[in-house]
């Protein structure tokens, strides 16, 4: 792909991008015949075909419309078209397009060519596809198309991920490929395994491995600057390969969603891939403790007792309540172990949190302002909303344990993600900068690529975006 400021006389394809009031003032009269045809409104898409090649008038909704709406407009006329569009020098025409808008233009054609399920062929998108633009430099358009690629990198490799069946994903099979691409892009990848874990203490992580098949694999991944001084995000991702509840057992019904459990920490690797490409002047220390939760002989039992790595001591009264004990650990280590300006945990944590928000944000924990409406704002710029919950200290009482300083559930069947996040709390060892995103329910659900529920991408462009416009 190469985007390229020029305009040349004749083109065989045209991405003609209109508002509606652009339309309304001028395309409409300029191009009479498709009039009754076209309005500008989101989405709308004309397809013009005449002998010299093809117009497509692409409707991109009101004036004022906001630079997210670009790239999902941008996204569906690509998911839609691809298999029509053309690898060819294309002339993009839209005149009033903001330097922000004709990124986020491009993002959206980029990432709008994933395709499902593991076919790598972006159809048009190979170095035969010029786009021409002449209302932006070259400089401007060649950041542009890293930035783009870079994105598109990242939220494909966290929906790759995502979306393979749990036989395809085993903890070694992930292992693997996240030692390969810590090499690829010069970050540095650690892992503990059982034994080691042991030695250190992860006990509550520990307590959900060790009902599986496979090797606990707690990794640590730490992309590092050049640049001195720069700031550090410590960054934790739920990753449950596969969530059968342990003995605790899910329900068979919906069990095929809990491949999706590894949701926070595809969200962390699309970051770290975007932080990598674009060489962003900071340091990431991201912790994924792997896992599945199987139901086995050695698998964990309700009534339990375990010693997390804190110290501090758990009484497991639902196996299926993993994800925060792999937090905790996961939180604990990193917040010993590692001088963060940041931590921000993201995990497919709660129903409850599903059930509250359904689709449309995430929910979010914090012990801190800033943070907290740094995300606030971050995602409602890139429309990976969040929303702020409480984390008042009454829902403490309902996690203490009659013989151990926690329990793992409150047993009463109210607000568990709240719960969890006062869980996950009694980890992060005081760190005054601490987010905890639950986005059970945006990470895996409705998308344009596919007919059943799949990997949305959630969290790449909300981190990407925060990590590099706040460092
Ligand atoms: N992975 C689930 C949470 C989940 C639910 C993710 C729906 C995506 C969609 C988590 O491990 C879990 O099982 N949570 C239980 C906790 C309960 C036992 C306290 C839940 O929310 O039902
Ligand atoms: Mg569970
Ligand atoms: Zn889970």
């Not at 991405?15 to 309304?24: I, K, S």
């Not at 690829?184 to 098949?213: H, M, P, W």
């Not at 001591?313 to 004990?325: H, P």
């Not at 203490?400 to 980890?427: H, T, W, Y």
Request: hydrophobic fraction near 40%; aromatic fraction near 12%.
């Amino acid at each position: 792909m190469k985007l390229i400021n020029k305009k040349n006389k004749n083109y065989t394809q045209v991405f003609h991008l209109f508002t509606e009031e652009e339309w309304a003032k001028s395309g409409r009269n300029f191009h009479k015949n498709i009039s009754t045809f076209f309005t500008g409104k989101k989405h709308d898409v004309f397809i013009q075909v005449h002998e010299e090649g093809t117009v497509y008038f692409i409707g991109l909704g009101k004036l004022g419309v906001q630079s997210f709406e670009v790239q999902q407009v941008a996204l569906k006329f690509s998911q839609t078209y691809k298999e029509k569009i053309q690898a060819v020098p294309t002339l993009v025409l839209a005149d009033l397009m903001s330097e922000r808008q004709f990124e986020e233009f491009i993002k959206g054609l980029l990432t709008g060519t994933y395709h499902y399920p593991f076919e790598k062929t972006h159809a048009f998108w190979n170095p035969g596809f010029e786009l021409h633009f002449e209302n932006l430099s070259q400089k401007k358009l060649d950041h542009i198309g890293k930035k783009a690629e870079a994105i598109s990198n990242g939220q494909t490799a966290c929906q790759e991920w995502l979306n393979k069946p749990a036989n395809l994903k085993k903890p070694d099979i992930f292992s693997l490929y996240l030692k390969n691409l810590a090499k690829k892009y010069d970050i540095k990848y650690t892992v503990f395994n059982r034994k080691k874990c042991e030695e250190l203490g992860l006990g509550a992580y520990l307590s959900v491995n060790q009902g599986s098949a496979y090797d606990a694999a707690f990794t640590i991944l730490e992309y590092k600057t050049t640049v001195k001084n720069a700031r550090t995000f410590g960054l934790v991702g739920k990753c449950v390969l596969f969530d059968t509840g342990g003995i605790s057992l899910k329900n068979p019904d919906n069990m095929h969603y809990m491949k999706s459990d590894m949701g926070g920490a595809t969200a962390v690797l699309g970051t770290l891939i975007y932080a990598a490409e674009m060489q962003l002047p900071v340091n990431i220390v991201a912790i994924l403790p792997i896992t599945d939760n199987a139901i086995s002989e050695k698998a964990f039992l309700p009534s339990d007792v375990i010693t997390a790595y804190n110290g501090k001591t758990i009484e497991v009264l639902n196996t299926d309540a993993e994800g925060r004990m792999i937090l905790a650990d996961g939180l604990s280590y990193l917040a010993k172990n590692f001088k963060t300006d940041f931590l921000i945990d993201l995990a497919t944590l709660t129903g409850s949190s599903v059930r509250m928000f359904g689709d449309t944000c995430g929910a979010l924990f914090s012990n801190s302002e800033e943070l907290k409406n740094l995300l606030l704002t971050t995602g409602d710029k890139t429309n990976q909303k969040l929303w702020n919950l409480p984390l008042w200290d009454i829902w403490k009482d309902d996690i203490r344990s009659d013989v151990a300083d926690l329990k793992n559930i409150s047993m009463k069947p109210i607000g568990d993600c709240i719960v969890a996040a006062k869980f996950l709390e009694q980890f992060i060892e005081n760190h005054p900068k601490w987010a905890h995103l639950d986005i059970a329910g945006v990470a895996f659900g409705n998308v344009g690529y596919a007919k059943e529920k799949a990997a949305t991408g959630f969290g790449v462009q909300l981190l990407a975006d925060l990590i590099e416009n706040y460092h």
